[in-house]
């Protein structure tokens, strides 16, 4: 799997769009990109994940450049609960069991 | 609907002995996981079971042994625990993709 380049902290105001950005120069072509974050030290929560295309959901939006090699992870509306260590991970995904390699991720504070 | 469940919670074990951490999931998940994770440190995985009935290394497999016992369980074993074995083990479950579920964490100590 390609590896992940991510700042280590992060602070955005709460109620303000909180941009985590993730490198990945080295994705090849059938990888995909999945955040994750990890709250305190509960287990880490999926997110949202995508291939080519920009993909949103309920919690956030991912927006991926075009040649694929970075993405940024939008959460619209910051609030103090998305204070949480946030991880960028490439990997194959899907068809068979999904290795993903945890990095050391950003951690993200939201303040008042 | 319960999602990943771990036990136990917490652990504390002296050098030598030996446990087994467990792990359900009611989700009717093909793939399990077990990952540890260290003090400021992301998460390593130990082992993997793709499917019923297989089971592989990870990055950090030595230590550890693993069953799948059925569909929704998946164990992991120390023979003979060490203070380097000091974590806290996340189980997780999967169906074909990377969509993780992971349980709430086991916090194990080796004294």
């Known amino acids: 799997d390609a590896k992940t380049t991510q700042p280590p902290s992060m602070d955005c105001a709460e109620g303000r769009a909180a941009n985590l950005p993730c490198n990945h120069s080295t994705i090849s072509g059938n990888e995909y990109v999945y955040w994750y974050r990890q709250i305190h030290s509960q287990g880490p929560q999926y997110i949202i994940h995508?291939?080519?295309?920009?993909e949103t959901n309920e919690m956030a939006s991912l927006i991926i450049t075009e040649d694929r090699k970075s993405s940024t992870l939008i959460l619209p509306h910051a609030t103090l609960r998305d204070t949480a260590v946030y991880y960028c991970i490439v990997s194959w995904g899907t068809g068979t069991a999904s290795k993903l390699t945890f990095g050391t991720g950003t951690r993200l504070q939201v303040t008042l | 609907n319960a999602g990943v469940t771990q036990t136990p919670k917490f652990q504390v074990l002296k050098t030598g002995q030996s446990m087994t951490l467990q792990c359900a999931q009611d989700m009717n998940h093909n793939s399990m996981y077990w990952y540890r994770q260290d003090p400021g440190m992301g998460l390593r995985l130990i082992y993997y079971?793709?499917?019923?009935?297989?089971?592989d290394k990870g990055e950090v497999p030595n230590g550890y042994n693993v069953s799948r016992l059925n569909k929704r369980e998946f164990s992991l074993r120390l023979e003979s625990a060490a203070p380097s074995q000091t974590s806290v083990y996340f189980c997780?479950?999967?169906?074909?993709?990377?969509?993780?579920?992971f349980g709430e964490g086991s916090r194990l100590t080796v004294l």
């Open positions: 079971s793709a499917s019923e009935g297989t089971t």
């Open positions: 997780a479950s999967s169906y074909y993709t990377g969509e993780l579920f």
């Open positions: 995508g291939l080519k295309n920009n």
